[in-house]
C-alpha cells in the first residue's frame, strides 16, 4: 500500500482541489492507496469538509489533532498512523506538486532507492519568501553535518524501513528534511519547480519560517556555539591590541584624556558577552524542552473511513 500524509491548517477552501489532484494523480499508477490528512486543530470548516469527502472516498483518513501543534508535529502524527509501505509527504497548499508522486514511486519500486525528496530547481510566488528560502538553504547546507539536503522540503517518498528509522529518533524539536537526510539509506530525488498558492494566504509565516530555520540550524549544527567562541576570540584580540595602543599612548605621551575607549571596549565585550549568553541559552531551553519528554501531539480522533478511533 502507498500511503500520501499532507497535514492542513485552515485550508477549507484548497481541499477540494487538493484531494481531486491528488486522487487523480495517485489512481494513474495505483489503486492500493490511502490519503492521510491531518487537521492540525483547524479553526475553520476544515474538518467538516474533509469528512464530507471521506463519505465519498474512503481512501481518505483523516487525523483529526486535540489542537495546532505545528507543521512537523503534524507530519509527525501522519507518519505514525500511516499503514502503508511506501510513504509520501506532501504539504498541504498544492506547492509541491501531487503529480510528481509517479516518479518517486517508480524511483523506489523500480530503481530501488529508500528515500526520494523533491529538489526545488525553482519557485514562483513571492520574491521575498523565495530570497529568505535561498539565503537559509545556501546557510545551512555549509554548515550543517548533513549535506545532501540542497533545496529539499517535506515533499518526499520513503520505504517503511526508513520511516521507521525517521520515528526511532524522539526529539521534540524536529526539522524532518534534515532527520530524514541524517538517517542515511539510498536517496534520490526529483526535480521540480514550487508552484505559488492556488488560494488563500501562506500558513507558514515568515516568522514561523525563521523558527524553523532556527530549529534546523540548532539541531544540525555546531554553528552558533562555534561563533559564540570565534566572536569571543576576535574581542579578545581587539581588547589587547587596544590595550596595546593604550600602553604606548601613555608611555610616549599622546594619550586621550578621557573614558570613551574603556567605555567602548566596555561595550564591546558586554555585547559578545549576551550574544554568548542567548546562544547557550538557547541550547540549555532545547536541553529542557526534551527532559521535560511530552508528547509532540495529541490525537483528538481518527477517522479511518469505517470506524471512528
Known sequence: MLSIVIPIYNEEGLIDDLLDRTVSALEAFTSDYEILIVDDGSKDHSLQYLLSRQNKNHKIKVLSLSKNFGHQAAFTAGLEHASGEIIGMMDGDLQDPPELFSEMYRKITEEDYDIISGTRTGRKGSSSRNFYTFLFHLFFRNIAVIHNMKNTGNFSMMKREAVTALLSMKEKVRYLPGLRSFIGFKQGSVEFVRDERSEGEPKMSLSKLFILAADAIFAFSRFPIKFCLYLGLIGTFVFMCAGVYVLIAKIFGFAVIGWSSTLLSIYFLGSIQLVSLGVVGEY????????????????????????KK
Open 284 to 307: 540549555v531551553y532545547r536541553i529542557y524542552k526534551e527532559s521535560q519528554n511530552r508528547p509532540v501531539y495529541f490525537v483528538k480522533k481518527f477517522y479511518d473511513g469505517n470506524s
